[in-house]
């Protein structure tokens, strides 16, 4: 509870009350649970001030020194605190909802699971604050200074963070649906596992950023400076992505279907961006199947002890031969009728690799690709494993190669020019004859 005299000193006005803290600078004011709402004290003095649960709803306290003082579970909601120092002030579970601390100075303050909802802190400094599973929903921090941030499980959903400063940020699990980030400076931020569904990211600069299991579906980057980056496991369903920085980024694993259908991942958001469009247009993918195609269709159920098998094959096809793998995942059951999607992922690759190591591999997929679309298919197959019944069936087609057994991940690696070549070989021999006369091989010929 408040100190009586605390409150009587208090009660004398803003100048009496300053006077006093100058005259007694070794008191620490005790105003916890005090009821103090509506209280108007521009430029009071409670750096120190014990405020813990008191009641500063509707308060005016612009420019006032706050530094150091513990307003843990204080009601500040729609106060006025605009060039307040609140720096290294501790806010934890406090309420600010519709507060307004624009060009507040916020340094090093701890306001771990404090409700900041509408709140405006447009121009404020936040630098090295701790917000761990603040609810900054709506918030207004545009301009604002929150590099060394702590905001991991923030929610920051329709947020205006344009223009801040979140160098260094940790915004880890951070919610930041439809958030504003345009043109903000998350240089060397770590957002992974954060949700940016529908966030505008637009001329932001995430250089050196970690995106590390990020959602990003229906994000906007227009302009997005991404250069050594780490954009790895993110999903990327619906993104909007134009003239993207992305020197020396490292990019892998990004699935562009939604989370409730076979998980389909590229390790390019451009490439990404690319082919959902020809995936679900079906006059721009038939443009496109009558051209040239770097794209590889690697099909398999990649389980956890598969995933080695995949990361060589991507890695080398793309780092070794400038392919571009394209992974379809068939772990996990789909809802959906895949014919389609096989349809148009056939026309976008030049051949296909499809591990059929489990029993239970592709058999299904393959069996629907390969009587009805002519590509090169190479099937690979760990020694040891057996291989479905039926598989022996699909051999009579001219377009699939034999399978190719291996023991080690290296043995693929090493085994991948020959398996490349054999593909380009059966390209040429199915080729239609108006096509041989030195096109680019394009790798899909179409329907049987």
Not at 99 to 106: Q, S, T, Y
Not at 238 to 250: D, E, F, H, P, V
Not at 336 to 344: A, G, K, V
Request: proline letters at 3%.
């Amino acid at each position: 509870m408040a100190d009586s005299r605390d409150l009587e000193q208090l009660a004398k006005g803003t100048d009496t009350w300053n006077k006093w803290r100058r005259d007694n600078p070794d008191h620490q004011p005790d105003l916890r649970e005090a009821k103090l709402r509506g209280l108007k004290s521009q430029g009071i003095d409670f750096s120190d001030t014990l405020l813990s649960g008191a009641d500063l709803s509707g308060a005016d306290l612009s420019e006032a020194a706050l530094r150091l003082a513990d307003l843990s579970r204080a009601q500040l909601s729609d106060a006025v605190l605009r060039a307040a120092d609140l720096s290294n002030a501790e806010l934890s579970d406090a309420d600010l909802s519709g507060a307004n601390l624009g060009r507040a100075n916020l340094t090093g303050a701890k306001l771990s699971f404090a409700t900041m909802v509408g709140t405006q802190l447009s121009r404020a400094s936040l630098q090295g604050a701790i917000m761990t599973s603040a609810n900054l929903t709506r918030a207004c921090l545009h301009d604002s200074d929150l590099s060394y941030a702590n905001l991991k499980d923030a929610l920051l959903g329709e947020a205006d963070l344009t223009r801040a400063n979140l160098q260094h940020a940790n915004l880890k699990q951070a919610g930041l649906t439809r958030a504003d980030l345009s043109q903000a400076n998350l240089h060397q931020s770590s957002l992974k596992q954060a949700y940016l569904a529908e966030a505008n990211l637009s001329q932001s600069r995430f250089t050196e950023a970690e995106l590390i299991s990020t959602c990003l579906e229906r994000a906007l980057l227009l302009e997005t400076d991404l250069r050594r980056a780490k954009i790895q496991d993110c999903k990327v369903y619906g993104i909007s992505a134009w003239k993207l920085l992305l020197n020396g980024a490292t990019q892998a694993r990004l699935q562009i279907t939604p989370s409730d259908e076979t998980k389909l991942t590229v390790d390019s958001i451009e490439v990404a961006q690319f082919i959902y469009l020809m995936l679900s247009n079906e006059k721009i993918s038939d443009i496109f199947n009558a051209t040239d195609t770097k794209g590889v269709l690697l099909l398999g159920r990649f389980s956890e002890e598969r995933k080695e098998v995949l990361e060589a094959l991507r890695n080398a096809l793309r780092a070794r031969y400038n392919l571009v793998p394209i992974v379809f995942d068939f772990d996990r059951p789909t809802r959906s009728n895949l014919s389609e999607t096989i349809t148009r992922l056939a026309g976008l690759s030049r051949f296909i690799i499809a591990d059929i190591t489990e029993p239970r591999a592709v058999p299904a997929e393959l069996q629907r690709i390969v009587p009805n679309y002519r590509i090169p298919t190479i099937p690979i197959r760990q020694s040891g494993k057996r291989t479905y019944a039926l598989f022996n069936d699909l051999l009579s087609y001219h377009w699939v190669a034999e399978e190719f057994p291996y023991n080690t991940v290296q043995d693929v690696e090493d085994a991948l020019p020959s398996l490349i070549q054999k593909a380009e070989e059966i390209a040429e021999r199915i080729r239609p004859d108006s096509d041989r006369g030195g096109r680019p091989t394009n790798g899909s010929y179409g329907p049987v």
